[in-house]
């Protein structure tokens, strides 16, 4: 028999291997005729592991080493096996670990290997289902990211023929998962946590769940964006769904290549992987005929009146001049436009709804504007757009979206989205909308942001300062918090001007266990300090977190000379026993001050004496004081940053100018001396330097004269 232990809120890539694996051969009823399972809530179990298996003898395994010793077992259960066909099948087992990575590239060349394994065959090894398949199968099901690849060109060919075959004539392998997943999911459980419900009135649907995430190609991903995106991506896949990222490419003027492959990046570096991605330039012969359509049934009209200003008609519920142009008539201008004429570029396309509504965005709305700017992909193929209005409804019914998740500022033109399918003959997408996801002190307005940008207030769209994806993850932001924090949100409708402070806090629970600890000394004003009781420069092995000995070791520098900061200088007094970190204990024999006040009113510490004592109880000492030995090598030339908000206000209003509440300084950077451990750190890295805080590294080591490393502040949470 086999008991298991199960965190329910763990990797599902690393639990499910080793489960499934046992409960195919319970069902075999060869190797293991028993199997149960508990489950705890939690992302470990207290031993620190994801999964843990208990032996009928007493015996433990975990982790990977479940599916490695279940493969033993059931290769030496299974007499009538060849040995060449058992170390296929082990080899198998052995490379299922190569689809657990989320690194895209390497992932997606294992799964080309699947995929041309998989030609013409129905099996990873043989002609039945073996522990090869379903090693392979659940490391997949569990990576979010490979689930996501297996559906797309050309790995779908083969690999997602064999996945969805594996799965349909398995059913048990669902209710397994099933078991696992409804008893806590982590999204759910996370998002309970903050009272945040998922249970919306979704329609019921007899397949899996369609949805889209339609990005504008014309700037880089924020936070708010993120919340679509993963919402969307939350109801796609919780049941094994689709989502698809639509690139909204309908306004030449503004879009680029340049930000429709940063858009797929940003969502990648979320974790974020659709099935599949188009484009509304895929359509645009589509939506022409339907716009011809429109207007031959009488529900649309061209209209020259205040094009570009803004149509003062429409604002008092006027009609426009021409809103009874004939149907022959707003052809010939359509047409115009078409050619792009500059007696087209006179002309725009309106919807004809309602110019007397109170609904604004029923009044008579442009469908379809005339543009000579070359499209990033269509090129000059076409010399007009749809509008998102006209383009949204159409394309999501298309496209089978099941549902259209959007936010609430589209409330308004909800019933327009409707009319829009009607007056087509389209099938019909209910929607949710939900709220935006708004912090104090932040804007989120593209075109504000793209001001900042370009008056220079940050050094680009990746500025840590920036509340872009790229910028919150250069930051110190990880992906899974910010997963978290923005599924504990859930789709409410209800509108917040959250605190950055929790955000950065939840941040902190995911890196603290993950950050090696190191030293840094600031350099203004720093204390050398003669220690009594060593004779020379020696260096010690130390670990790099007490609490997590599986980091490995750092070296730590001894030497009769030492660094002090001058704040930690200013707070001893003669013959206290202090403990200096990673050393021992020492007592503060002789301290020497400068004659003159300083510009704060103290004498500045000039220099200390310590005598060494290094039997003393570390525990009595109220000061651990962080230090550096002045050793050359040992003094690694840093630079420590911190930010500070860029808007001064908590919430702008619309009336408010943008440049009159912008911080004027932003950027604090603070020199400093680094321990010898840091030149190995590659960029990146989040460490904590001991008493400071926590920092990721953005700038490497290098060798060259006057080079020095660089470290971003990461906020902890705190005010």
Known sequence: MASFEIATKADLASVLPGL?????LQQEQT????????FHDGATLPSKEAIQMTCGDGKTWSGKAIVRYLAELASRSDSNTSPQRASSIQEWVDKSEDFFTTDFRTLRNSLYELNNHLTLRSFIVGCHLTIADLAVWATIRGNRISHSLIKQKPIQENVHRWYTYIEDSNPWLSEAIAELTNFGSKERAAASAMGASYEIDLPQVDGPMVTRFPPEPSGYLHIGHAKAALLNDYFAHKGNGTLICRFDDTNPSKESMEFQDAILEDLKMMAIIPEKTSY???????MYELAIQLIKAGKAFADDSELGRGDEDRKNRLPSKRRNLSIEETLERFADMKTGSEEGQR????????????????RDPVIYRCSLIPHHRTGRQWNIYPTYDFCAPILDSIENITVALRTNEYRDRNVQYEWMQDALGLRKVPIWDFSRLNFIRTVLSKRKLTRIVDNGKVWGWDDPRMPTIRGILRRGMTVPALREFILRQGPSRNILNLEWGAFWALNKKYIDPEAARHTAIVQEDAVSCHVIGIDSSCVATKPKYIKNLDFGTKKVVYDKTILLEQVDAQSLAENEEVTLMNWGNAYTRRISRAE????????????????LHLEGDVKKTKKKISWLATVSSNLIPVDLVSFDYLITKNKLEKEDRLEDFLEPDTEFRTRAFADC??????RGAIIQFERKGYYKLDVEYTSGEGSRMVFFDVPSGKA
Request: with cysteine; proline share 3%.
């Open 20 to 24: 499934l694996i046992a409960l195919h």
């Open 677 to 682: 451990n840091v030149r190995d750190l590659s």
């Open 347 to 362: 002309w725009c396309l309106r919807a004809r709804i309602a110019y007397d509504s109170p609904n604004g965005t029923l």
């Open 280 to 286: 509304s330039s895929d359509y645009f012969q589509k």
């Open 31 to 38: 190797s293991l005729p028993t199997v149960s399972r508990s």
């Open 596 to 611: 003159q006040l300083d510009e704060t009113g103290k004498y500045k510490v000039t220099g200390i004496e310590f005598e």
